[in-house]
Nanobody, 122 residues
């Protein structure tokens, strides 16, 4: 069992930056893929970026490539999402997730946090 707690969301203007953090509680954290997903109102949840346990396999959505960076610190049981050059279309609820399977498909992920809101104004 893994519990996930996100933080770091907020409101910024376009072009700004935010860093999201997700701390995991549980014994299996260091063996899991960790990922960030987002869901805007009226849209399906989509994968943003995911990272394997060792931190050397990363999957990223085309829409955020070059702007968002995922990383993890296993000593702190924490995964981060650095978001730069934010755009209004990045506005969504951002969720942290964990599972033993890889990829950006949210259906592959079993454990989810409660989410943190990111709002980008133009």
């Amino acid at each position: 069992q893994v519990q996930l707690v996100e933080s770091g969301g907020g409101s910024v203007q376009a072009g700004g930056s935010l860093r999201l953090s997700c701390q995991a509680f549980g014994d299996s954290y260091n063996s899991f893929f960790m990922g960030w997903f987002r869901q805007a109102p009226g849209k399906e949840r989509e994968g943003v970026a995911t990272i394997n346990a060792a931190g050397n396999r990363i999957y990223g959505a085309d829409s955020v490539r070059g702007r968002f960076t995922i990383s993890r610190d296993n000593a702190k049981n924490t995964v981060y999402l650095q978001m730069n050059n934010l755009k209004p279309e990045d506005t969504a609820m951002y969720y942290c997730a964990a599972d033993s399977r890889a990829g950006l498909d949210p259906l592959r992920y079993t454990f989810w946090g409660q989410g943190t809101q990111v709002t980008v104004s133009s």
